[in-house]
Protein backbone atom coordinates (compact mmCIF):
# COMPACT_ATOMS: atom_id res chain seq x y z
CA UNK A 1 0.00 0.00 0.00
CA UNK A 2 1.39 3.57 -0.78
CA UNK A 3 2.40 5.27 1.78
CA UNK A 4 1.24 8.91 1.86
CA UNK A 5 2.48 10.38 4.79
CA UNK A 6 3.59 13.38 2.88
CA UNK A 7 5.36 14.65 5.68
CA UNK A 8 3.10 14.78 8.04
CA UNK A 9 1.50 18.16 6.16
CA UNK A 10 -1.83 19.09 8.10
CA UNK A 11 -4.76 18.29 5.50
CA UNK A 12 -2.67 17.04 2.48
CA UNK A 13 -3.91 14.04 1.54
CA UNK A 14 -7.51 15.91 1.26
CA UNK A 15 -5.85 18.58 -0.48
CA UNK A 16 -4.16 15.98 -3.07
CA UNK A 17 -7.10 14.45 -3.79
CA UNK A 18 -8.86 17.71 -4.95
CA UNK A 19 -6.20 18.20 -6.80
CA UNK A 20 -6.56 15.77 -8.85
CA UNK A 21 -9.50 17.26 -11.10
CA UNK A 22 -7.06 20.50 -11.31
CA UNK A 23 -4.24 18.63 -12.92
CA UNK A 24 -6.79 18.75 -16.38
CA UNK A 25 -6.78 22.59 -16.68
CA UNK A 26 -3.24 23.18 -15.50
CA UNK A 27 0.16 21.72 -15.82
CA UNK A 28 2.46 22.40 -13.22
CA UNK A 29 5.91 23.34 -14.41
CA UNK A 30 8.58 22.50 -12.30
CA UNK A 31 10.72 25.69 -11.05
CA UNK A 32 13.81 26.16 -12.47
CA UNK A 33 16.31 28.85 -11.85
CA UNK A 34 20.23 29.00 -10.80
CA UNK A 35 20.80 28.51 -7.56
CA UNK A 36 23.31 27.25 -5.44
CA UNK A 37 23.27 25.15 -1.84
CA UNK A 38 23.49 26.58 1.80
CA UNK A 39 26.23 26.89 3.45
CA UNK A 40 26.62 24.53 6.11
CA UNK A 41 27.56 25.43 9.61
CA UNK A 42 27.48 22.84 12.30
CA UNK A 43 28.25 23.21 15.77
CA UNK A 44 28.14 20.51 18.76
CA UNK A 45 24.86 21.76 21.28
CA UNK A 46 26.58 22.06 24.09
CA UNK A 47 29.20 24.68 22.79
CA UNK A 48 26.43 26.82 20.77
CA UNK A 49 25.49 29.95 21.68
CA UNK A 50 22.15 31.28 20.97
CA UNK A 51 20.92 34.40 20.22
CA UNK A 52 17.52 36.08 18.84
CA UNK A 53 17.07 33.79 16.79
CA UNK A 54 17.65 30.32 19.16
CA UNK A 55 20.88 29.44 16.64
CA UNK A 56 24.42 30.65 15.97
CA UNK A 57 24.01 34.06 17.41
CA UNK A 58 21.32 36.47 15.69
CA UNK A 59 20.60 36.25 12.11
CA UNK A 60 23.49 38.90 11.03
CA UNK A 61 26.82 38.85 11.75
CA UNK A 62 29.46 36.56 12.07
CA UNK A 63 27.38 33.50 11.50
CA UNK A 64 25.84 34.91 8.88
CA UNK A 65 28.76 36.34 6.68
CA UNK A 66 30.59 32.82 7.93
CA UNK A 67 27.86 30.89 6.18
CA UNK A 68 28.24 32.95 2.54
CA UNK A 69 31.73 33.16 2.71
CA UNK A 70 32.18 29.77 3.33
CA UNK A 71 31.59 27.62 -0.16
CA UNK A 72 33.99 30.39 -1.70
CA UNK A 73 36.52 29.82 0.71
CA UNK A 74 36.91 26.15 0.43
CA UNK A 75 36.89 26.40 -3.40
CA UNK A 76 40.08 28.96 -2.74
CA UNK A 77 41.53 26.55 -0.50
CA UNK A 78 40.72 23.47 -3.01
CA UNK A 79 42.29 25.36 -5.88
CA UNK A 80 45.49 26.50 -3.47
CA UNK A 81 46.06 23.06 -2.11
CA UNK A 82 45.21 20.95 -5.16
CA UNK A 83 47.22 22.46 -8.13
CA UNK A 84 47.83 19.10 -9.89
CA UNK A 85 44.13 18.01 -9.61
CA UNK A 86 41.98 21.17 -9.76
CA UNK A 87 42.35 24.24 -11.85
CA UNK A 88 40.21 27.58 -11.98
CA UNK A 89 37.50 27.75 -15.19
CA UNK A 90 37.52 31.12 -16.65
CA UNK A 91 34.70 32.16 -14.12
CA UNK A 92 36.83 31.09 -11.11
CA UNK A 93 35.28 28.19 -10.57
CA UNK A 94 37.10 25.02 -9.48
CA UNK A 95 37.47 22.22 -12.11
CA UNK A 96 38.55 18.77 -12.62
CA UNK A 97 42.43 19.85 -14.03
CA UNK A 98 42.85 18.76 -17.54
CA UNK A 99 39.66 17.25 -18.35
CA UNK A 100 36.31 18.32 -20.79
CA UNK A 101 32.86 16.86 -20.58
CA UNK A 102 31.01 15.81 -23.75
CA UNK A 103 27.08 14.38 -23.96
CA UNK A 104 26.96 12.26 -26.83
CA UNK A 105 29.92 13.55 -29.24
CA UNK A 106 29.64 11.93 -32.40
CA UNK A 107 32.12 9.21 -33.49
CA UNK A 108 33.23 12.05 -36.41
CA UNK A 109 33.88 14.40 -33.54
CA UNK A 110 35.94 12.45 -31.87
CA UNK A 111 38.00 10.87 -34.37
CA UNK A 112 38.65 14.05 -35.56
CA UNK A 113 39.41 15.95 -31.93
CA UNK A 114 42.02 12.74 -31.20
CA UNK A 115 43.32 14.07 -34.61
CA UNK A 116 44.46 17.06 -32.98
CA UNK A 117 46.02 15.68 -30.53
CA UNK A 118 43.16 15.48 -27.52
CA UNK A 119 43.25 12.22 -25.67
CA UNK A 120 40.43 10.02 -24.63
CA UNK A 121 40.04 9.41 -21.71
CA UNK A 122 37.07 8.07 -20.48
CA UNK A 123 33.49 7.09 -22.23
CA UNK A 124 30.70 6.39 -20.30
CA UNK A 125 27.16 5.09 -21.03
CA UNK A 126 24.73 6.23 -19.04
CA UNK A 127 22.28 3.43 -18.68
CA UNK A 128 18.63 4.30 -17.66
CA UNK A 129 18.61 7.83 -18.80
CA UNK A 130 20.27 7.16 -22.40
CA UNK A 131 23.38 9.29 -22.94
CA UNK A 132 26.80 8.63 -23.40
CA UNK A 133 29.25 10.90 -21.71
CA UNK A 134 32.66 11.42 -22.99
CA UNK A 135 36.02 12.78 -21.07
CA UNK A 136 39.07 14.11 -22.93
CA UNK A 137 42.14 15.83 -22.35
CA UNK A 138 43.09 18.79 -24.30
CA UNK A 139 46.47 18.44 -26.13
CA UNK A 140 49.89 19.33 -24.36
CA UNK A 141 49.96 22.79 -23.63
CA UNK A 142 46.69 24.00 -24.67
CA UNK A 143 44.60 25.68 -22.20
CA UNK A 144 40.79 24.22 -20.97
CA UNK A 145 39.29 27.06 -22.76
CA UNK A 146 40.99 27.15 -25.67
CA UNK A 147 40.74 23.11 -25.99
CA UNK A 148 36.83 24.09 -25.18
CA UNK A 149 36.56 26.71 -27.84
CA UNK A 150 38.54 24.33 -30.57
CA UNK A 151 36.29 21.66 -29.83
CA UNK A 152 32.87 23.51 -30.64
CA UNK A 153 34.62 25.28 -33.80
CA UNK A 154 34.61 21.35 -34.83
CA UNK A 155 31.38 21.19 -34.21
CA UNK A 156 29.20 24.49 -33.60
CA UNK A 157 26.73 21.74 -32.24
CA UNK A 158 28.56 19.82 -29.88
CA UNK A 159 27.78 19.87 -25.98
CA UNK A 160 31.37 20.46 -24.26
CA UNK A 161 32.33 21.52 -21.07
CA UNK A 162 34.29 22.16 -18.21
CA UNK A 163 34.28 19.11 -16.06
CA UNK A 164 33.01 21.23 -12.94
CA UNK A 165 33.24 20.53 -9.20
CA UNK A 166 30.01 20.56 -6.88
CA UNK A 167 30.59 21.54 -3.10
CA UNK A 168 28.74 20.83 -0.15
CA UNK A 169 27.01 24.35 0.87
CA UNK A 170 28.47 24.15 4.20
CA UNK A 171 31.46 23.57 6.54
CA UNK A 172 31.02 19.61 6.84
CA UNK A 173 34.01 17.79 6.51
CA UNK A 174 34.72 13.83 5.89
CA UNK A 175 35.90 11.73 7.43
CA UNK A 176 39.88 11.11 5.80
CA UNK A 177 40.28 8.20 3.49
CA UNK A 178 42.62 7.70 0.54
CA UNK A 179 41.83 9.44 -2.18
CA UNK A 180 40.45 7.96 -5.41
CA UNK A 181 40.53 8.90 -8.93
CA UNK A 182 38.05 9.69 -11.21
CA UNK A 183 34.01 9.45 -10.37
CA UNK A 184 33.03 6.36 -8.41
CA UNK A 185 31.46 3.34 -9.50
CA UNK A 186 28.68 1.36 -8.90
CA UNK A 187 29.83 -0.97 -6.24
CA UNK A 188 29.83 -4.98 -6.77
CA UNK A 189 26.54 -6.10 -5.52
CA UNK A 190 24.56 -3.32 -5.98
CA UNK A 191 21.69 -3.72 -8.46
CA UNK A 192 22.22 -2.31 -12.14
CA UNK A 193 18.39 -2.55 -12.80
CA UNK A 194 15.18 -1.12 -10.91
CA UNK A 195 13.96 -3.19 -8.58
CA UNK A 196 11.43 -6.09 -8.93
CA UNK A 197 8.35 -5.01 -6.69
CA UNK A 198 7.70 -1.22 -5.93
CA UNK A 199 9.37 0.40 -2.54
CA UNK A 200 7.00 2.32 -0.53
CA UNK A 201 9.08 4.51 1.60
CA UNK A 202 12.05 5.65 -0.13
CA UNK A 203 13.96 8.62 -1.45
CA UNK A 204 17.38 9.61 -3.01
CA UNK A 205 20.54 11.28 -1.71
CA UNK A 206 23.46 12.70 -3.65
CA UNK A 207 26.01 13.85 -1.52
CA UNK A 208 29.05 12.72 1.10
CA UNK A 209 29.08 9.42 2.82
CA UNK A 210 26.24 8.57 5.35
CA UNK A 211 27.13 7.22 8.86
CA UNK A 212 24.98 4.34 8.95
CA UNK A 213 25.83 3.21 12.85
CA UNK A 214 23.75 6.61 13.76
CA UNK A 215 21.86 5.89 15.99
CA UNK A 216 18.85 7.79 13.83
CA UNK A 217 19.81 5.82 10.79
CA UNK A 218 19.92 2.44 12.14
CA UNK A 219 16.40 1.76 11.56
CA UNK A 220 17.01 2.93 8.06
CA UNK A 221 17.98 0.46 4.73
CA UNK A 222 20.47 2.52 2.90
CA UNK A 223 21.51 1.54 -0.59
CA UNK A 224 24.75 2.82 -1.31
CA UNK A 225 26.14 4.05 -4.64
CA UNK A 226 29.99 4.93 -5.09
CA UNK A 227 33.16 4.58 -4.17
CA UNK A 228 34.00 1.50 -5.92
CA UNK A 229 32.91 -0.52 -3.35
CA UNK A 230 34.73 0.63 -1.25
CA UNK A 231 33.58 1.38 2.94
CA UNK A 232 32.12 4.25 2.69
CA UNK A 233 33.57 7.16 4.41
CA UNK A 234 31.59 9.06 6.87
CA UNK A 235 30.75 12.54 5.70
CA UNK A 236 29.66 15.29 8.32
CA UNK A 237 27.39 17.17 5.75
CA UNK A 238 25.90 13.81 4.20
CA UNK A 239 25.31 12.42 7.36
CA UNK A 240 23.33 15.59 8.31
CA UNK A 241 21.52 15.92 5.87
CA UNK A 242 20.64 12.01 5.65
CA UNK A 243 18.92 12.26 9.10
CA UNK A 244 17.24 14.98 7.95
CA UNK A 245 15.90 12.69 5.27
CA UNK A 246 15.10 9.07 6.91
CA UNK A 247 16.25 9.33 10.63
CA UNK A 248 14.65 8.30 13.57
CA UNK A 249 15.46 8.32 17.42
CA UNK A 250 14.00 8.33 20.60
CA UNK A 251 13.99 11.85 20.29
CA UNK A 252 14.64 12.49 16.77
CA UNK A 253 12.93 12.48 13.69
CA UNK A 254 13.49 13.02 9.74
CA UNK A 255 10.77 13.90 7.40
CA UNK A 256 10.56 10.01 5.86
CA UNK A 257 11.80 8.27 9.08
CA UNK A 258 12.57 4.64 8.62
CA UNK A 259 12.87 4.83 4.81
CA UNK A 260 14.78 3.18 2.21
CA UNK A 261 17.74 5.43 1.43
CA UNK A 262 19.56 5.70 -1.96
CA UNK A 263 22.52 7.29 -0.79
CA UNK A 264 25.21 8.14 -3.48
CA UNK A 265 28.60 9.56 -2.37
CA UNK A 266 30.26 11.66 -5.13
CA UNK A 267 33.26 12.64 -2.97
CA UNK A 268 34.46 9.13 -1.46
CA UNK A 269 37.21 11.24 0.03
CA UNK A 270 39.41 13.08 -2.59
CA UNK A 271 40.04 16.27 -2.97
CA UNK A 272 38.88 16.92 -6.38
CA UNK A 273 35.50 14.72 -5.75
CA UNK A 274 31.64 15.65 -6.83
CA UNK A 275 32.87 16.46 -10.15
CA UNK A 276 29.45 16.84 -12.85
CA UNK A 277 30.83 13.50 -13.98
CA UNK A 278 30.18 11.76 -10.75
CA UNK A 279 27.03 13.42 -10.06
CA UNK A 280 25.43 12.44 -13.58
CA UNK A 281 26.35 9.10 -13.30
CA UNK A 282 24.23 8.99 -9.48
CA UNK A 283 21.91 10.20 -10.98
CA UNK A 284 21.35 7.54 -13.86
CA UNK A 285 22.04 5.29 -10.37
CA UNK A 286 18.76 6.83 -9.09
CA UNK A 287 17.20 6.37 -12.70
CA UNK A 288 17.82 2.98 -12.96
CA UNK A 289 16.42 2.25 -9.39
CA UNK A 290 13.18 4.29 -10.09
CA UNK A 291 13.80 6.73 -7.23
CA UNK A 292 10.91 8.94 -7.05
CA UNK A 293 12.74 11.96 -5.21
CA UNK A 294 16.11 12.59 -5.22
CA UNK A 295 17.46 15.06 -2.71
CA UNK A 296 21.01 17.23 -4.16
CA UNK A 297 22.59 19.44 -1.28
CA UNK A 298 25.28 20.43 -3.54
CA UNK A 299 25.51 23.65 -5.54
CA UNK A 300 28.19 24.98 -8.16
CA UNK A 301 28.22 26.45 -12.18
CA UNK A 302 25.93 25.57 -15.03
CA UNK A 303 27.31 22.68 -16.46
CA UNK A 304 25.75 21.13 -19.86
CA UNK A 305 26.18 17.31 -19.19
CA UNK A 306 24.18 17.90 -15.81
CA UNK A 307 21.86 19.67 -17.59
CA UNK A 308 21.15 17.51 -19.83
CA UNK A 309 20.65 14.95 -16.95
CA UNK A 310 18.32 17.03 -14.84
CA UNK A 311 16.69 17.49 -18.04
CA UNK A 312 16.39 13.64 -19.34
CA UNK A 313 15.09 12.71 -15.24
CA UNK A 314 11.98 15.67 -15.17
CA UNK A 315 10.92 14.10 -18.41
CA UNK A 316 10.56 10.62 -16.79
CA UNK A 317 8.85 11.85 -13.85
CA UNK A 318 11.12 12.12 -11.15
CA UNK A 319 11.69 15.28 -8.87
CA UNK A 320 14.85 16.67 -7.63
CA UNK A 321 15.25 18.29 -4.82
CA UNK A 322 17.84 21.46 -3.82
CA UNK A 323 18.96 23.94 -1.57
CA UNK A 324 19.32 27.72 -3.44
CA UNK A 325 22.44 27.91 -1.49
CA UNK A 326 23.90 30.49 1.11
CA UNK A 327 25.51 33.05 -1.01
CA UNK A 328 23.61 36.20 -0.52
CA UNK A 329 20.30 37.75 -2.37
CA UNK A 330 22.19 39.20 -4.86
CA UNK A 331 24.63 36.70 -5.89
CA UNK A 332 23.72 34.78 -8.94
CA UNK A 333 22.04 31.42 -9.12
CA UNK A 334 23.62 28.34 -8.71
CA UNK A 335 23.21 24.91 -10.09
CA UNK A 336 21.20 22.12 -10.24
CA UNK A 337 18.67 24.60 -7.80
CA UNK A 338 18.19 26.73 -10.58
CA UNK A 339 17.81 24.25 -13.64
CA UNK A 340 14.17 24.15 -15.00
CA UNK A 341 12.98 20.47 -13.39
CA UNK A 342 14.75 21.06 -9.92
CA UNK A 343 12.54 21.93 -7.03
CA UNK A 344 14.82 24.84 -5.17
CA UNK A 345 14.47 25.58 -1.10
CA UNK A 346 15.07 28.23 0.47
CA UNK A 347 16.03 28.89 4.41
CA UNK A 348 13.97 30.46 6.75
CA UNK A 349 14.24 30.91 10.59
CA UNK A 350 11.85 29.63 13.04
CA UNK A 351 10.53 32.96 13.13
CA UNK A 352 9.80 32.97 9.40
CA UNK A 353 11.99 34.75 7.97
CA UNK A 354 14.15 34.22 5.30
CA UNK A 355 17.94 33.49 5.92
CA UNK A 356 19.84 36.58 5.09
CA UNK A 357 22.53 34.27 3.23
CA UNK A 358 19.78 32.68 1.20
CA UNK A 359 20.01 33.28 -2.57
CA UNK A 360 17.26 34.73 -3.96
CA UNK A 361 15.06 34.71 -7.59
CA UNK A 362 12.61 33.39 -9.96
CA UNK A 363 13.69 29.92 -9.37
CA UNK A 364 12.57 29.66 -5.65
CA UNK A 365 9.86 26.89 -5.67
CA UNK A 366 9.14 26.70 -1.39
CA UNK A 367 11.04 27.72 1.78
CA UNK A 368 11.03 25.46 4.84
CA UNK A 369 12.82 25.53 7.50
CA UNK A 370 16.69 26.52 7.86
CA UNK A 371 17.80 27.40 11.06
CA UNK A 372 18.04 25.95 14.60
CA UNK A 373 17.68 22.84 13.12
CA UNK A 374 19.28 19.23 14.88
CA UNK A 375 20.87 17.24 12.92
CA UNK A 376 23.09 13.94 13.19
CA UNK A 377 26.51 14.25 13.78
CA UNK A 378 28.92 11.95 11.95
CA UNK A 379 30.89 9.59 13.95
CA UNK A 380 28.84 9.73 17.05
CA UNK A 381 25.34 9.26 18.75
CA UNK A 382 24.90 13.02 19.15
CA UNK A 383 23.22 15.90 16.90
CA UNK A 384 24.95 19.16 16.09
CA UNK A 385 22.75 22.21 15.50
CA UNK A 386 23.23 23.20 11.68
CA UNK A 387 22.01 26.18 9.50
CA UNK A 388 21.24 26.63 5.94
CA UNK A 389 19.10 25.97 3.13
CA UNK A 390 21.14 22.55 2.66
CA UNK A 391 19.09 21.58 5.24
CA UNK A 392 16.07 22.84 4.67
CA UNK A 393 15.84 20.85 1.27
CA UNK A 394 15.81 17.38 2.92
CA UNK A 395 12.55 18.17 4.75
CA UNK A 396 10.51 18.96 1.69
CA UNK A 397 12.50 15.86 -0.16
CA UNK A 398 11.87 13.21 2.61
CA UNK A 399 8.00 14.75 2.70
CA UNK A 400 7.34 14.57 -0.81
CA UNK A 401 9.07 11.14 -1.03
CA UNK A 402 6.40 9.70 0.68
CA UNK A 403 3.73 10.63 -2.05
CA UNK A 404 6.22 9.77 -4.96
CA UNK A 405 8.37 6.77 -4.22
CA UNK A 406 8.55 5.77 -7.98
CA UNK A 407 8.81 7.97 -10.91
CA UNK A 408 5.14 9.40 -12.42
CA UNK A 409 4.70 12.50 -13.84
CA UNK A 410 1.00 12.55 -13.14
CA UNK A 411 1.49 11.88 -9.79
CA UNK A 412 4.35 14.55 -9.49
CA UNK A 413 2.02 17.56 -10.86
CA UNK A 414 -0.32 16.09 -8.37
CA UNK A 415 1.88 16.10 -5.72
CA UNK A 416 3.49 19.74 -6.15
CA UNK A 417 -0.48 21.09 -6.74
CA UNK A 418 -1.40 19.68 -3.29
CA UNK A 419 1.88 21.24 -1.63
CA UNK A 420 1.46 24.64 -3.49
CA UNK A 421 -1.96 24.57 -1.78
CA UNK A 422 -1.19 23.94 1.89
CA UNK A 423 2.16 26.51 1.46
CA UNK A 424 2.13 29.18 4.07
CA UNK A 425 2.55 32.69 1.94
CA UNK A 426 4.80 35.02 2.55
CA UNK A 427 6.31 38.24 1.84
CA UNK A 428 4.82 39.78 -1.31
CA UNK A 429 1.23 37.92 -2.02
CA UNK A 430 1.66 34.54 -4.62
CA UNK A 431 5.16 33.36 -5.81
CA UNK A 432 7.93 35.46 -5.16
CA UNK A 433 11.97 35.41 -5.79
CA UNK A 434 12.47 35.07 -1.56
CA UNK A 435 10.05 32.42 -0.57
CA UNK A 436 8.88 30.95 -3.57
CA UNK A 437 5.01 29.87 -3.50
CA UNK A 438 5.62 30.07 1.06
CA UNK A 439 6.67 28.21 3.75
CA UNK A 440 6.29 24.50 3.99
CA UNK A 441 7.55 22.04 6.73
CA UNK A 442 7.86 23.54 9.57
CA UNK A 443 6.43 20.91 11.79
CA UNK A 444 9.27 19.05 10.68
CA UNK A 445 12.43 21.08 12.47
CA UNK A 446 13.49 19.41 15.07
CA UNK A 447 14.58 21.53 17.80
CA UNK A 448 18.21 21.42 19.25
CA UNK A 449 16.28 21.48 22.56
CA UNK A 450 14.66 18.06 22.38
CA UNK A 451 17.84 16.18 21.21
CA UNK A 452 19.88 17.92 24.24
CA UNK A 453 20.98 15.03 26.25
CA UNK A 454 21.97 13.18 23.05
CA UNK A 455 24.66 15.67 22.64
CA UNK A 456 28.31 14.79 22.62
Not at 173 to 183: D, I, L, V, W
Not at 196 to 210: C, E, T, Y
Not at 400 to 424: K, M, S, T
Request: charged fraction near 15%; proline fraction near 9%.
Amino acid sequence: MMIFDVWRFALLGPLLTAALPLVAQAQLRLPGGLPQLPAVVERPLDRLQRGAEGTLGTTTGTAVETLRGARRAAEQSLLRNWPGRVEADPNGAPVRRGELLLVDPGEALLQAAQAQGFTLLRSTMLEGLDLRQVVLAPPNGLSLADALARLRALDPGLEADYHHLYRPSGAAASTARGASEGPPNEPAGSPGAAPAAPVVARVGLIDGGVDAQHPSLRSSVLQRWGCEGLPAAADAHGTAVASLLVGRDADFTGALPGATLFSADVYCGAPDGGGAEAVAQALAWMARQRVGVVNISLVGPANRLLERVVDRLAARGHLLVAAVGNDGPAAPPLYPAAYAGVLAIAGVTPSRRVLPEAGQGPHVAFAAPGADIAAARAGSAGYRVVRGTSFAAPLVAGGLAGGLPQPDIAARQRLLLALQAVAHDLGARGRDPVYGHGLVAEDLRVPPQRVQAAAP
